[in-house]
């Protein structure tokens, strides 16, 4: 199927319908390509379902602290509603400068961070730095299918680089992959970690690998670390770039407020990068948005200064959650899964179902519980089912009780 007739609205009208077609075919073609989400799919198909329990996107239960939408609100209505800093208001930057010292003990440099309307945004800052039409980026995959699609939208083109896979140990970095898929158009590595939807997590050692390779081979890493706090080790946070970097090495770190502080709906986030780099961000940011609205930039501060106790609750939350999930379903011996080490996510297949959207559909129909098939997430995924178990107890509960339920009926 084209990319034309894959969009052009269904008509009864002959005339309408080639009128549609007429135009489509003058929308530039690599934007005409971006694939439909495969997540949404599933979404649209239950979300009007009484009962239903949905685990199927990237987002907890919990509404944003009210601490947080107070200090919006008090700025809204003192007026904070006009034009700002395009890197963001400097109490901000300040305070996401402290936030990451404390966390990974790197230097207090407001210079280093600028505030973008959403992590989405930071990774199309990123892309639109490190490439240009008919560069390549290379995403290890099974990944979040927006970073391919940011690429796409600049007309450069996403390599997947399948995970390794071991049904005991998990998902792994296949180095020797990775490197024969370098070539003279590959300009970056994107690599999320902790890791989304497949829970991975690389080690320090695994980081120094891919320093080592994008230093050698002159890539930009695009570092996608918004899961570092929902980590399952005992250091309290996950291996960072930040544990191995040098200035001078061409990192661009994408953030967000959303996981942290259940602030998705907000849109606000931030990206890292070299302060020599800091008159091309505030143009990127200027060309596109125009900034973050001031009022929402004050709620990201009351997020950063007063939302620890808030973090870990959600953290401690997650970490109970996975087990409350994780532990029965294998228990049924019927499900290939492997408890991750970050992020919320269960990525588990189902032996003898490889047809995962239709999995997907059915599931919605038979269990009345809504999960993300594995094909929305590239190479790798073909096979799996995604499940989000950033909720509260009683959900969860009744989620796994259904599924279990589900696979202990099949033969």
């Given at each position: 199927m084209t990319?034309?007739?894959r969009?052009a609205?269904a008509?009864?009208?002959?005339?309408?319908?080639?009128?549609?077609?007429?135009?489509?075919?003058q929308?530039?073609?690599?934007v005409?390509?971006?694939p439909?989400?495969?997540?949404?799919e599933?979404?649209?198909y239950?979300?009007?379902?009484?009962?239903?329990?949905?685990m199927?996107?990237g987002e907890?239960?919990?509404p944003?602290?009210s601490f947080?939408?107070?200090?919006?609100?008090?700025?809204?209505?003192?007026g904070?509603?006009?034009?700002t800093?395009?890197?963001?208001?400097p109490?901000?930057?300040?305070?996401?400068?402290?936030?990451?010292?404390?966390?990974?003990?790197?230097?207090?440099?407001?210079?280093r961070?600028?505030?973008?309307g959403?992590?989405?945004q930071?990774?199309?800052?990123a892309?639109?730095?490190a490439?240009?039409a008919?560069?390549?980026v290379i995403?290890?995959t099974?990944?979040w299918p927006?970073?391919?699609?940011a690429?796409m939208?600049r007309?450069?083109?996403?390599?997947?680089v399948?995970?390794?896979y071991d049904?005991?140990?998990?998902f792994?970095?296949d180095f020797d992959?990775?490197a024969?898929?370098?070539?003279?158009?590959?300009?970056?590595?994107?690599?999320?970690t902790?890791?989304?939807?497949t829970?991975?997590?690389a080690?320090?050692?695994?980081l120094?690998?891919?320093?080592d390779?994008?230093?050698?081979?002159g890539?930009?890493?695009?570092?996608?670390?918004i899961y570092?706090r929902?980590?399952y080790?005992?250091?309290?946070?996950a291996?960072?770039?930040?544990d191995?970097?040098?200035?001078?090495?061409h990192i661009?770190?994408?953030?967000?407020f959303?996981k942290?502080?259940?602030m998705?709906?907000?849109?606000?986030?931030w990206?890292?990068?070299?302060?020599?780099?800091?008159?091309?961000?505030?143009n990127?940011?200027?060309?596109?948005?125009s900034?973050?609205?001031p009022?929402?930039?004050?709620?990201a501060?009351?997020?950063?200064?007063?939302?620890?106790?808030f973090?870990?609750?959600?953290?401690?939350?997650?970490?109970?959650?996975?087990?409350?999930?994780?532990?029965?379903?294998?228990?049924?011996g019927?499900?290939?899964l492997?408890?991750?080490?970050?992020a919320?996510?269960?990525?588990?297949?189902?032996?003898?179902?490889?047809?995962?959207r239709?999995?997907?559909?059915r599931?919605v129909?038979?269990?009345?519980?809504?999960?993300?098939?594995?094909?929305?997430f590239?190479?790798g995924?073909?096979?799996?089912?995604?499940?989000?178990y950033?909720?509260?107890?009683?959900?969860?509960?009744?989620?796994?009780?259904r599924l279990?339920?589900?696979?202990?009926?099949?033969?």
């Amino acid at each position: 199927m084209t990319a034309v007739s894959r969009l052009a609205p269904a008509s009864a009208d002959p005339a309408l319908a080639a009128s549609s077609d007429r135009m489509l075919r003058q929308v530039a073609a690599h934007v005409a390509a971006l694939p439909q989400s495969g997540i949404v799919e599933v979404v649209n198909y239950g979300r009007t379902r009484e009962g239903m329990i949905p685990m199927w996107v990237g987002e907890g239960d919990l509404p944003t602290p009210s601490f947080i939408c107070d200090a919006a609100a008090e700025a809204l209505h003192g007026g904070q509603t006009f034009y700002t800093w395009q890197r963001g208001i400097p109490e901000l930057r300040q305070s996401i400068a402290r936030y990451m010292s404390k966390l990974y003990g790197i230097p207090e440099t407001p210079e280093r961070f600028f505030v973008c309307g959403s992590g989405m945004q930071a990774i199309n800052i990123a892309f639109n730095i490190a490439l240009a039409a008919g560069d390549e980026v290379i995403i290890p995959t099974p990944a979040w299918p927006n970073a391919a699609a940011a690429a796409m939208t600049r007309g450069a083109k996403p390599v997947f680089v399948p995970f390794g896979y071991d049904e005991q140990t998990g998902f792994s970095l296949d180095f020797d992959r990775i490197a024969d898929a370098i070539t003279p158009r590959t300009r970056a590595i994107f690599l999320n970690t902790p890791a989304n939807p497949t829970g991975f997590v690389a080690s320090r050692e695994d980081l120094q690998t891919m320093l080592d390779l994008a230093r050698a081979k002159g890539l930009w890493i695009v570092a996608d670390e918004i899961y570092g706090r929902f980590y399952y080790g005992e250091e309290g946070r996950a291996p960072s770039f930040h544990d191995i970097m040098e200035p001078d090495d061409h990192i661009l770190f994408v953030q967000t407020f959303s996981k942290n502080w259940a602030m998705t709906g907000w849109r606000i986030g931030w990206i890292e990068a070299p302060p020599a780099l800091g008159q091309i961000i505030e143009n990127l940011v200027q060309f596109s948005t125009s900034g973050v609205a001031p009022f929402m930039q004050r709620g990201a501060i009351a997020a950063l200064e007063q939302g620890e106790p808030f973090v870990a609750e959600q953290i401690a939350r997650a970490r109970k959650g996975c087990d409350l999930v994780a532990d029965p379903l294998i228990a049924t011996g019927k499900v290939d899964l492997v408890k991750p080490k970050g992020a919320f996510y269960l990525f588990m297949s189902v032996p003898g179902y490889d047809d995962v959207r239709a999995l997907a559909l059915r599931l919605v129909d038979e269990a009345n519980i809504g999960l993300a098939p594995g094909t929305a997430f590239g190479p790798g995924g073909e096979r799996f089912l995604r499940l989000c178990y950033a909720r509260g107890e009683a959900q969860l509960t009744e989620a796994t009780k259904r599924l279990v339920t589900w696979l202990e009926r099949q033969n």
